[in-house]
C-alpha cells in the first residue's frame, strides 16, 4: 500500500562490517598455512564475479508494502509530499489498522502513523466515504455504494476489498451506525442495509424497494436486486416537492433533515433513546407475526423509556442497584432489533415541529438541531457536558430540545449567530460569527464535552467541558480581502469529530484569493497516530498537519478525469475537491465530487 525509505540499517551494516573483519583477519592466517585452499578460493571467487557481472543487482533496501500492482508502480507522495499535485486522483488514509480491520488497507497492518496512499481508492473520485470501526463504505461517481473491512466480509483478507452492494440508486450521503448502513439518494430516499455481508444474503421471495411485488418492472429492465435492503421512509406526510437532503447517525440514533426545514428521527435499534436523543419516546413498529400490513393494522406501539426517567435514582448512590429498570416497552422483548427492517420509518420530532431547521447534528447520543438565523438546540446525554448548556445544568440526560446559548462563551457582547455544528462522540464543536459595530467580524470555533484527549483544542485535558471552550489557532483568525478591501474573517470550510476524540478541521484560508488549498489542521487523541503526525502523544491545540518534507498538508479543488471503481470513465473536466473525514482512531483525505 505504501512506501517508505528506511533509514535506521546503518548500525546492522557496522555490525556486519565489524563481524566481516574479525573473520578475515582469521581466515588470511588460515590461508597462509594452508596453499590449496588459497587456490580454490581464488577459483570461487572469480566464478562468484562473473556471476555477479552477469545479473542485475538489487537495492539492499527492505520490501516495500504493497497493496497490489498500483503501488508497486507508483509512489505514496510526489516529490514535496503533497498528494494534491499528483496527476491522479489519490485517497490518503492514516491511523489505527488493528485487529485486521482492513477499513484501511488490505494489508494486515496495525498501524499508519503518516498520511499513505490507498491503492483500492487510488484514481477515483468519491460522493462520499464513511469509516467505522471493523467496517466502512463508500459511494462512487456512478452513486453506488461499496462495503468493506473485516466486519462486512469473512475472515478471508482477500475479499475484504470494496463490494458492491447498494446499485443504481444515485446515492450521496452515507451513514454508518452499529451493524447498519443507512444511504441518501439524491431523489430523498433514506435506504438501509446491514455491515454485515452474510446478513445482506437476499432470501428468495423477498421484496425490496425496486422489485416490491411480481408485477413490477426490475424482471424485465435486469434491475433484481441480489443484496437485501429496506427504505426508510417518513411516518408523517410530506409536502409536494419536499423531500429529505441531509441525514446524520450517532451510534444508536439517526437524524434527518427535509427541503422544508422539517427535522426527523429514526430508531436504529432498543438503545436508540437510553439518553433521550430521539426527541420522543413512543412509536410504531412492525409487528413480525403479521406478514400483510395495513397503515392501521400490523404495527406495535412501543415505548423507549431514557434511563433517567426509567430509573431517577440511578446515580444517587454508588452502591449496586439492587434489580435493573426496563428501559423498553414489553412488547419489545421478541423484536429482533438487528434486523434492517426493526423500524422503517423515519418520525418527526414532535417538539420541533413548525419549526424550520437548517441543520441537524448527531453525537454518539446527542441531537442538535440549528435554525436559519442561528440559534442552536440540544438535546441527549450531557454527562460529559457535550450538550453545551453551561455549568449550571448538572443533569447528565437532556430529553427535551433545550436552546444552548453560546454568546456566554464570549467576552464580548456583539450578536453571536452559530453557522455550523460538528459532533461526534462526547465531542460537540459549534462554529460561531460574533459581529460587533465597533470591530471587524470574527468567527470562533466553540467546544464543549470530553476534552479528555485534548480535543477541546484549548490547551486542556478536562474529561467534562458543559460551557464551550474557545479553540485556540483556529478562532479569530482574520485576513486582508483585495475584492473588499478590509478584513475578513477566516472560515472553517468543514470539522470533522470521531467517535474517538480526536478533529481534523479544513481551514478556509483561500476563500478570497483561490490560490493554494485549504491547510487541515488536527488535535485531539493520538494514541493510534490518527492526526497523522508520526508521534503517538495526544495534541491539546490546534495544529496544522505537515508533509513529511516539513510542508503544509493542503487540501485542493481541481478539474479531473473521474473514474468509478470498476476502473471505468464517468466524466472528464469534474470539479472535485480534497476532503477529510475520521472514523474511530483513523484519518482520511479523498476527492470529493463537487456538486
Known amino acids: 500500500m505504501f512506501k517508505r525509505v528506511g533509514i535506521a540499517l546503518g548500525p546492522s551494516y557496522r555490525r556486519i562490517h565489524s563481524q566481516a573483519s574479525s573473520s578475515a583477519r582469521g581466515a588470511h592466517s588460515h590461508l597462509r598455512a594452508h596453499p590449496g585452499v588459497a587456490i580454490s578460493s581464488g577459483l570461487l571467487a572469480a566464478y562468484i564475479l562473473w556471476y555477479q557481472n552477469n545479473r542485475p543487482i538489487h537495492n539492499d533496501t527492505a520490501s516495500p508494502i504493497s497493496l497490489g500492482n498500483v503501488m508497486d508502480k507508483k509512489p505514496v507522495l510526489p516529490a514535496g509530499g503533497d498528494v494534491a499535485d499528483a496527476d491522479d486522483l489519490r485517497t490518503v488514509v492514516w491511523g489505527s489498522n488493528r485487529a485486521r480491520s482492513n477499513t484501511l488497507t488490505q494489508e494486515p497492518t496495525d498501524v499508519i502513523r503518516t498520511p499513505s496512499v490507498a491503492a483500492w481508492l487510488d484514481g477515483v473520485a468519491l460522493r462520499d466515504l464513511a469509516i467505522h470501526k471493523d467496517n466502512a463504505a463508500c459511494v462512487d461517481s456512478r452513486g453506488d455504494v461499496y462495503q468493506w473491512g473485516k466486519g462486512f466480509s469473512s475472515d478471508d483478507v482477500g475479499k475484504r476489498k470494496p463490494t458492491l452492494t447498494l446499485r443504481e440508486k444515485n446515492i450521496t450521503q452515507l451513514k454508518i451506525t452499529e451493524g447498519k448502513l443507512y444511504a441518501l439518494s439524491a431523489s430523498g430516499k433514506v435506504y438501509a442495509l446491514s455491515t454485515n455481508s452474510t446478513k445482506q444474503v437476499l432470501r428468495p421471495g423477498t421484496p425490496t424497494p425496486s422489485s416490491d411485488s411480481w408485477w413490477g418492472t426490475g424482471w424485465f429492465w435486469g434491475e433484481d436486486e441480489t443484496v437485501d435492503f429496506v427504505e426508510i421512509a417518513p411516518a408523517e406526510h410530506l409536502m409536494w416537492g419536499e423531500k429529505i437532503v441531509s441525514i446524520d447517525a450517532g451510534d444508536h440514533h439517526v437524524l434527518a433533515l427535509t427541503s422544508k426545514g422539517r427535522a426527523f428521527a429514526h430508531p436504529v435499534d432498543k438503545k436508540a433513546n437510553a439518553y433521550g436523543q430521539l426527541g420522543f419516546r413512543k412509536f410504531k413498529v412492525p409487528d413480525p407475526t403479521i406478514h400483510h400490513r ?181 478562532s479569530g483568525l482574520l485576513e486582508y480581502s483585495d475584492i473588499t478591501r478590509s478584513l475578513q474573517p477566516i472560515v472553517p470550510h468543514s470539522v470533522t469529530i470521531s467517535p474517538t476524540g480526536h478533529v481534523l478541521l479544513t481551514l478556509n484560508t483561500a476563500s478570497t484569493t483561490n490560490v493554494g488549498g485549504r491547510d487541515l489542521v488536527v488535535w485531539g487523541k493520538n494514541y493510534e497516530s490518527e492526526l497523522g503526525n508520526g508521534k503517538k502523544s495526544s495534541v491539546p491545540v490546534p495544529t496544522a498537519l505537515e508533509t513529511p518534507e516539513g510542508g503544509r498538508f493542503m487540501l485542493r479543488r481541481r478539474k479531473a478525469k473521474v473514474l468509478d471503481l470498476h476502473g471505468k470513465v464517468w466524466k472528464h473536466n469534474v470539479q472535485v475537491e480534497q476532503c477529510a473525514v475520521v472514523g474511530p482512531e483513523n484519518s482520511a483525505v479523498y476527492w470529493k465530487i463537487v456538486s
Open 294 to 474: 395495513s397503515p392501521t393494522n400490523g404495527h406495535l406501539d412501543v415505548e423507549l423509556i431514557p434511563k433517567s426517567l426509567a430509573d431517577p435514582f440511578a446515580n444517587t448512590s454508588r452502591s449496586a442497584r439492587p434489580t435493573s429498570v426496563p428501559t423498553t416497552s414489553e412488547n419489545l422483548a421478541d423484536i429482533d432489533d438487528s434486523n434492517i427492517r426493526f423500524c422503517p420509518n423515519l418520525f418527526e420530532i414532535p417538539v420541533l415541529k413548525g419549526i424550520e431547521m437548517a441543520q441537524i447534528a448527531a453525537g454518539g447520543r446527542t441531537s442538535f438541531a440549528r435554525t436559519p438565523d442561528g440559534r442552536v438546540l440540544g438535546w441527549g446525554a450531557n454527562d460529559f457536558g457535550q450538550s453545551g448548556l453551561g455549568s449550571n445544568v448538572a443533569l447528565d440526560t437532556i430529553t427535551v430540545p433545550t436552546e444552548i446559548v453560546l454568546w456566554k462563551s464570549s467576552a464580548s457582547r456583539g450578536n453571536t449567530k452559530c453557522i455550523d455544528i460538528a459532533a461526534g462522540g462526547d465531542l460537540t464543536a459549534f462554529t460561531v460569527e460574533r459581529t460587533s459595530p465597533m470591530s471587524p467580524t470574527i468567527v470562533d470555533l466553540l467546544v464543549c464535552g470530553n476534552g479528555q484527549w485534548g480535543g477541546l483544542g484549548s490547551n486542556t485535558f478536562s474529561s467534562s467541558q458543559a460551557t464551550p471552550l474557545r479553540a485556540r489557532n483556529v
